[in-house]
């Protein structure tokens, strides 16, 4: 009789939860987990559980990076010949970007110079004159008798054509002094100082020992080299499709028995540039850093999502049942399993495409004691 009185309260709750497989047992609630005990034993189970809510899967990649450099930019003097006056920096010195690297003298003639602008002036002068005389020829003609028609038609035509003229020189002296114009800023630019930038923030290198103060320098002579302090780029293989264009990447770096980590983003990758480099290969570049790197190995890492707003249960609480995944439910005093359809995975969680609702309690662990 006993044996039924027990059985019943079981019977009912069955069918109150009807489309889940139940274990009955009952327990109170503990602080971080709840307790249940055990019918007929004496013990008592604790269940950790998760409440159901929208949620994010992610994927994490990891790939070592094989090798390290430097963005690495050459100063050149420039297309003209130009004479060295100063070199302003020294070798190893660090630079931002525009600093002055050297100073160079062109090679006008002032000569040439006062030749141009003397020119200008005697054009000018020149100018003047000639439009003095077709503002007379203007007045003159403003001053044409008018008394009969044809007279008047006279004086129409020749004071249109007079301004006609008028018109005509003030257009083309114009011209014409903007091109001497231009020619004397052409000399006054090669017979002047022009001061070569660092175009990137970063050290100097390779600096030129060839040419003194004074030295007459070849067009497009190289006076060093900077290596950025932005712009660190690794490259390494991978085939799993994590380290595509745009992601962002962690990179640890060890270092004097210590690790770093800086971050950057993939800049090239196979699928979207392929044939640059052999394989598979991932190029990445990462942001400034304070800390100078050599080249050595490191472990590169990036994380993206790959759902949003899902219902999400760690791996862990996924079991299979005749085939079909199941997880572990409480539901009021009831441990259930419910059959659900699983999605993607990552970072140890897995989608639940179907059975499951928001606030459902997932069993993720328990232990009895």
């Not at 054509?161 to 114009?181: D, G, N, W």
């Not at 002579?221 to 264009?245: D, H, I, N, P, Q």
Request: hydrophobic share 35%; aromatic share 6%; net charge negative.
């Amino acid at each position: 009789m006993r044996a039924r009185k027990v059985f019943l309260p079981l019977l009912l709750a069955f069918g109150l939860l009807l489309g889940c497989s139940c274990a009955a047992e009952t327990a109170a609630p503990a602080k971080e987990a709840l307790i249940r005990n055990t019918a007929g034993l004496g013990k008592t189970t604790t269940y950790r559980l998760q409440e159901i809510a929208p949620a994010e899967i992610s994927h994490t990649g990891t790939l070592t990076v094989s090798e390290s450099w430097q963005l690495i930019k050459s100063v050149r003097s420039g297309p003209e010949e130009y004479r060295l006056k100063e070199t302003c920096v020294s070798r190893g010195q660090q630079v931002e970007a525009g600093d002055p690297i050297a100073v160079l003298q062109g090679l006008g003639s002032a000569a040439d110079i006062e030749l141009k602008k003397l020119e200008i002036d005697s054009y000018q002068a020149r100018s003047s004159e000639m439009l003095a005389m077709y503002e007379a020829q203007i007045a003159a003609a403003e001053a044409l008798p008018s008394g009969t028609s044809s007279q008047r038609s006279r004086k129409e035509l020749q004071l249109e054509y007079a301004q006609l003229e008028y018109r005509k020189y003030e257009l083309q002296s114009a011209y014409t002094l903007s091109t001497m114009e231009t020619q004397l800023a052409a000399l006054e630019a090669a017979a002047g100082e022009i001061t070569v930038t660092a175009p990137v923030s970063g050290s100097i290198h390779s600096l030129t020992s060839r040419y003194a103060p004074g030295d007459l320098l070849p067009a497009n002579t190289e006076l060093c080299a900077v290596y950025g302090s932005e712009g660190l780029r690794f490259y390494g293989s991978s085939g799993t499709g994590a380290f595509v264009y745009g992601r962002e990447v962690s990179i640890s770096m060890g270092k004097g028995g210590r690790s770093m980590t800086i971050v950057g983003r993939v800049v090239s990758s196979p699928e979207v540039v392929s044939g640059i480099f052999p394989g598979s290969v991932i190029l990445m570049e990462v942001d400034a850093s304070e800390e100078e790197l050599s080249a050595s190995e490191g472990n590169a890492t990036v994380t993206y999502t790959i759902l949003s707003d899902v219902y999400a249960v760690p791996k862990s609480c996924i079991r299979t049942r005749d085939g079909v995944s199941c997880v572990d439910l409480l539901i009021g005093d009831t441990v259930c399993t419910r059959n659900v359809t699983r999605g993607p995975g990552g970072g140890g969680m897995v989608a639940i495409l179907n059975g499951l609702q928001e606030g459902d309690q997932v069993v993720v662990s328990s232990y009895r004691s």
